[in-house]
């Protein structure tokens, strides 16, 4: 037996932000970042949207990127005093997220964080507010899935809360938010995408509901990503709607252990002064990965079919596999993003000697390991790794080696 859920509406197109005006309801809160959203003036017209509706609108701003458990809860606080009944989350992963964790410590302010983060453990939400998400990435997806990542700083771990009941009652889906995302912006949410599709296409979870919406990501993505970073707004447009359908699919086939690494990498050196950017970890250690799982025949054959769709020939699935894994090296390349941690600056980019220290990296990664074998994404991957072979992986991400084993 398998569920399949989405949002009850999804709005997608230029101008489908205007569908707030249509709510029913009587306080909205709209949750926003650091000021991308204020800046480019989508804010101020989410605010008219909802007021046209005949809302009264609380605004709760300045998300941090990764964000904390510390802002949920004062998101949640803020929620509490006001008493919405429409939470309306606008931007990328960052914010919406953390209005989704927020949700759940409004309508149960008894919740901890760590209830919180019990596997489809979530008791039942909208007896206080409905939710909306209007992306601004393309990208994590989060408008249309059942998951809210939060970083415990004290721990440098980023959790995934995962339940269907956090997934939005209505995504909007409109590609000129995405239209103003800077280059970089572009790259590294792109290659999420990707990543969700290539993960949920492969995961032990997958279905025939999930799979026609993996591959169609995964042929959209290809064709339109590296246009898109190099300006062609066309591509920008349809990306927006690409990783949406990527995520429709993995909410609901789950991903694998891509996700597991950069959960428990993203924030592990970041006293060594930056992050390891979500979208760029995972475009790092994607072919990695694919080399480890194509080990598993069904992975492997499911690699195959990718590739038949990709068009990029290949005589058997060994040809299929390598030709896959140079494929995403050539996208990283077009991309600007290194190969590995220790390529990977401080700004993101490739670089001779990387942010993380070879020292620290090896001192730390036992414990990264053990945390990333742990991570909610892993229970879906094709392979299960031991200790010794997700040490070895990490290491291969690190240094650009070749997976062997
Ligand atoms: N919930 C999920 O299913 C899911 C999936 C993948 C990743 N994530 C999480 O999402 C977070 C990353 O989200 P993200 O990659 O969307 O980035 P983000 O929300 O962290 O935003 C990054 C930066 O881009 C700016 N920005 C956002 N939209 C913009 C736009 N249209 N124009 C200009 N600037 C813009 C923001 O202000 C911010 O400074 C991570 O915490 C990651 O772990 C969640
Ligand atoms: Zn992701």
Redesign the pocket.
């Known amino acids: 037996m398998a569920r399949f859920t989405l949002p009850r509406d999804i709005y997608f197109g230029k101008g489908s932000l205007e569908n707030l005006k249509n709510l029913k309801g009587t306080k909205a809160v709209i949750c926003v ?4 959203m204020k800046r ?1 003036g989508f804010l101020d017209r989410a605010k008219a949207y909802l007021e046209e509706a005949g809302m009264e609108v609380a605004i709760i701003e300045g998300i941090e ?2 964000p904390s458990v510390e802002t949920v809860m004062k998101g949640a606080q803020t929620m509490l005093e006001f008493g919405p009944d429409w939470i309306v989350a606008i ?5 919406i ?1 953390a209005a989704k964790a927020m949700w759940i410590k409004y309508e149960y302010p008894e919740c901890t964080f760590e209830d919180m983060c019990k596997v489809f453990g979530i008791p039942e939400l909208r007896r206080k507010a409905h939710f909306v998400a209007v992306s ?2 393309s ?4 408008e249309v ?1 059942a ?3 939060i970083t415990d700083y004290e721990k440098g771990i ?1 959790y995934p809360i995962a339940d269907f009941e956090i997934t939005p009652d209505v995504a909007i889906v409109d590609p000129e ?2 239209e ?3 280059k970089k ?1 572009v790259a ?2 792109g290659m ?1 995408a990707m990543t969700h599709a290539v993960e949920a296409y492969v995961s032990t979870a997958n279905s025939d509901y999930t799979d026609p919406l993996a591959i169609h990501a995964i042929e959209m993505i290809m064709k339109d990503l590296v246009p898109s970073y190099n300006g062609d707004m066309e591509a920008r447009d349809r990306m927006h709607n690409a990783q949406c359908l990527a ?1 429709m699919a993995f909410s609901n086939a789950l991903l694998g252990i891509v996700h597991s690494m950069a959960h428990k990498t ?1 924030a592990a050196f970041a006293d060594y002064g930056a992050h390891i950017i ?2 760029a970890a995972n475009a790092m250690y994607l072919p990695k990965v694919i080399a480890f799982n194509a080990k598993d025949p069904v992975a492997k054959k499911r690699y195959g079919v990718i590739v038949d769709y990709m068009g990029l020939g290949g005589a058997n699935d060994d040809e299929k596999v390598a030709l896959l894994i140079k494929f995403l090296r050539d996208m990283n390349d077009q991309l600007n993003i290194p190969h590995c941690i220790g390529h990977y600056g401080a700004d993101s980019y490739p670089t001779e000697q990387g942010f993380v220290p070879e020292k620290v990296f090896l001192e730390r990664l036992p414990e990264i390991a053990k945390n990333a074998i742990g991570d909610a994404c892993t229970g879906s991957n094709p392979r299960q790794p031991s200790q010794e072979e997700m040490e070895k992986l990490l290491k291969c991400c690190y240094y650009d080696t070749e997976v062997d084993f």
């Open positions: 970042g650091g000021g991308s480019f990127s990764d931007g990328g992963g960052s914010p997220d601004s990435t990208g994590t997806a989060t899935t998951f809210s990542i980023k938010l995405a103003t995302m800077p912006l590294h949410t999420d995520g993203g979500h979208g």
